[in-house]
């Protein structure tokens, strides 16, 4: 795995700020947000200049129950491949349940949930980590997230559940240390733990990134600055490792480049901090620049090298089966059951959760009911907040009221085909309830819908006809 360096999130809004940012070694990019035949001129322009480009995915949800989709692994692999990147990221968690596992309606969550920290989850997810590094032209690193809320049971800690993951899968690991802050606050779980549990060789690279506190309850926003305990977090772990890279991420709220700049800094001097504190004997720090030590094979042939593309890195990891793998085997001894009847029970049970969220349906016993109020109304301001970013039309035409009235619509509407449907269901609901009530308003929310829901635009309708028509749409709309 190469030194990646210090780098930031590439986003439009700030496209031109990095591209004159001294020290830009790398970026990352969501990888949903760029077609691979329109690769964004900025990118191709720090790709020119030997900066690499690395695609963040949000959507696979590879902690779900349901297999990845074939799809969506297609479209990332397309990514990584226009951008040359020599690997891709995702997460540990799940965004949409239900459908045909669960007969039951399929959800969308729009955002990252956390997974159960169980036998049940891990087995799962480590089927769907192998199917994807099989998908994968270059190893794939998943990140650990941050949580409002815990699920009751969870049979194992952070650190045993990522240790186990990169045995058995050999996945690389994307560290969130704001996230680990996150979920000290929330959570209560300690970062000095986490971090010591941790299989620090795996590390690809590290977010930074900063949130706010209110009422008790640690947000992972993106949008504001990036605090002292984060940063005292990223130095713990410099005193460990040496992390191939570090990564400022900031979603929205921009400033100035000047203080993206003082980020930064701020964030070469932790590591630099932690690198000072590292034994100088070696003893600790398992470097991450040397890969992923061999994981034990199954079958007794050499073990692959990880560091190469998905399929080799796939190809490394413990094999699993519903029989015990013994010592004579060349395995662990470890038992794996059978994952169709694990995914059935995960899948009932993250359905039941994200219906709760998303449906108000009742939260399901042993769930903190306060927490869990917070998840959902976060979830409805993120997907509000989304909307209003893919159909900026929406809240230009309904002004002030946007915000409540799509709350209102999403109290008992769950999203189900992704934001730029959410976008037409919201505006065709408003439209039959006779909304919004200035009548100029309303027109332009109808012709807004009407160019959109179909399979095609409207064509304009011209000469004679055209004109009569559009006067009769300004007089009855």
Known sequence: MRRLGTGIGWRPEIADAVERMPGIDWVEVVAENVCPGHVPESLLRLRERGVTVIPHGVSLGLGGADHPDEG???ALAERAQALGSPLVTEHIAYVRAGGALTASPRLEAGHLLPVPR???ALDVLCENVRIAQQSLPV???LENIAALFSWPGEELTEGQFLSELVERTGVRLLIDVANLHTNHVNRGEDPAEALAGLPVEAIAYVHVAGGFERDGVWHDSHAH?????????????AARVAPPGVLLERDENFPEPIVLEAELNAIRGAVAAGRSRAPQDGGEDRSALAGIPAVPSTTGTAPADVTGAGGAQAAGARATSAEAVGPDAGGVGVLVR???AVRERLGVAQAAVLSSLVAGTPVPEGFDRVRMGVQARALAAKRAGVVAKVAPELPEILGAGYREEFLEYARHRPMTDGYRRDALDFAGHLLKLG?????????RLRDWWLDRAGPAPRRRERGRTGRMLQTLRRTHP
């Open 72 to 74: 969506r692994l297609t």
């Open 139 to 141: 190893p794939l690193a």
């Open 435 to 443: 909304r919004p009530g200035d009548a100029g308003a309303r027109r």
């Open 338 to 340: 059978p994952v169709a």
């Open 225 to 237: 600055p990036v605090p002292l305990p984060v940063l005292d977090i990223l130095t713990g772990l």
């Open 118 to 120: 169980t036998r049940d």
